[in-house]
């Protein structure tokens, strides 16, 4: 396990499992193994619910049969992880040609306070057309969907200067409620949409 620190002019930092042992993140590309990391226990996260911007109701993270949702923590002030990985998230949709509609996608915004249902959903749809804009309600809200995914993140003012830390792993989450692989901040398109393809096709 790695920290990554990333400092910027609000001091956002960043703490992201960068995993290159083969153990974790495969890189062999084959057609029957997914490049991203396996959990070696299955994480439900079925129970999870968030309020979804423009909804008086809660959203819950179990996809449509035969789609997957890729699941993703973090905040619109970020101006490195978040970009980076949502971008890479884009790119890998278009790869993957007519499969693209089965792909949702949900941001849990880390930093509630300063982001509203209308910022997430403008910053969501800069990088896809189906989204779901996740603004928890209270901090407990966010810690238990924090829990189930196992993340963690903090929101800290000191002496005027927002801090802010959060995982960088991206969830694939399948129709079942779990979690059937994870994406390590780094990972690049190509290998997000061999996973996705395996997922959408071979374990329908």
């Not at 949900?106 to 910022?119: C, F, G, K, L």
């Amino acid at each position: 396990m790695s920290e990554m620190v990333f400092t910027t002019r609000i001091r956002t930092v960043v703490i992201g499992m960068v995993l290159l042992t083969s153990a974790l993140v495969s890189c062999s590309n084959s057609n029957d193994s997914l490049d991203g990391y396996i959990p070696p226990s299955p994480k439900n996260v079925s129970t999870a619910t968030v309020h979804e911007a423009g909804s008086a109701t809660p959203m819950s993270f179990v996809p449509a049969a035969g789609e997957v949702l890729i699941v993703y923590f973090g905040y619109t002030h970020c101006p490195d992880l978040c970009p980076t990985t949502m971008v890479a998230i884009k790119n890998a949709k278009k790869k993957i040609g007519e499969l693209e509609a089965k792909v949702d996608i949900a941001m849990i915004t880390v930093d509630p306070t300063r982001d509203t249902d209308e910022i997430l959903s403008r910053y969501l749809a800069s990088f896809s057309d189906r989204y779901h804009a996740l603004v928890p309600t209270s901090d407990a809200e966010l810690r238990a969907a924090e829990k189930l995914f196992q993340a963690t993140s903090s929101v800290t003012n000191v002496d005027g200067e927002i801090q802010v830390v959060h995982g960088g792993t991206a969830y694939v989450v399948d129709s079942t409620g779990n979690v059937v692989v994870e994406w390590p901040f780094g990972l690049d398109s190509v290998s997000m949409a061999h996973d996705l393809k395996i997922l959408l096709t071979e374990r329908k």
